[in-house]
């Protein structure tokens, strides 16, 4: 079974721009989380979508938005993009984020976002 | 306001054993994970814990206490490509996960 994929792996943007991001979650799963993550941060949790509606949002400005698609793929847009933008973006899928026990979530290799 | 909290960074020796300890704050509790990340790739499932007690994966094993808010993962035997990072993230009420920092562990030879 192929794993999450996203695309692209590498990105330089200019602040101000605005960038899209995409994750193809694995087959059958219907749950897709998105998680920017920062050196002695952590992974900070941005929105999961399911069934192509955002179930869950984290507190990050609205410039940050997604959506789901029927075959389940997502994707993620920043607007107006900032320096503190630059992070690695990973996309997580599992089958139900909540009653498919044990909730694991399988994670893409992510996306390196550096804005200058 | 909601909190997990995990060591740094930690060094120990192949062959030898090291526990990560991770302490959680959080509105609800709907099961705790690990997840080990290797410099430059996504995290990967280690492990799963929901009820009080250890739960055993060859040289791995987690541990929850649910009235203390503890973790902690265990590793035996260790081996150089151990070294990574590990990540204690809580699911909440909300089937939101709450992620700690992740400690860095150093394994030396």
């Known amino acids: 079974k192929a794993g999450v994929t996203q695309t692209p792996r590498y990105l330089i943007k200019t602040r101000g721009q605005q960038v899209t991001l995409s994750c193809s979650p694995i087959?059958?799963?219907?749950?897709v989380s998105w998680y920017q993550q920062t050196p002695g941060q952590g992974l900070q949790f941005l929105f999961e979508?399911?069934?192509?509606?955002?179930?869950n949002k984290g507190n990050f400005p609205g410039r940050f938005s997604g959506r789901q698609f029927s075959n389940s793929r997502s994707e993620m847009n920043v607007s107006t993009l900032e320096l503190g933008d630059s992070a690695l973006y990973l996309c997580?899928?599992?089958?139900?984020?909540?009653?498919?026990?044990?909730?694991?979530?399988?994670f893409g290799p992510g996306t390196r976002l550096t804005v200058t | 306001g909601q909190n997990i909290d995990q060591p740094t960074e930690m060094t120990a020796t192949e062959g030898a054993i090291v526990q990560i300890n991770c302490t959680y704050q959080?509105?609800?509790?709907?099961?705790l994970f690990w997840y080990q990340q290797h410099a430059g790739e996504a995290p990967t499932f280690l492990s799963y814990?929901?009820l009080d007690g250890l739960e055993e994966k060859g040289r791995f094993s987690s541990f929850l206490s649910r009235s203390k808010g503890y973790s902690y993962l265990l590793l035996k035997e260790l081996q150089m490509k151990d070294s990574a990072s590990y990540l204690c993230?809580?699911?909440?009420?909300?089937?939101?996960?709450?992620w700690g920092a992740g400690t860095k562990l150093i394994i030396k030879p």
């Open positions: 997580a899928s599992s089958l139900d984020g909540r009653l498919a026990v044990p909730y694991e979530q399988y």
């Open positions: 087959s059958g799963h219907r749950s």
């Open positions: 979508y399911f069934s192509e509606t955002q179930r």
């Open positions: 959080t509105s609800g509790f709907n099961g």
């Open positions: 814990n929901v």
């Open positions: 993230a809580v699911m909440d009420s909300n089937y939101q996960l709450i």
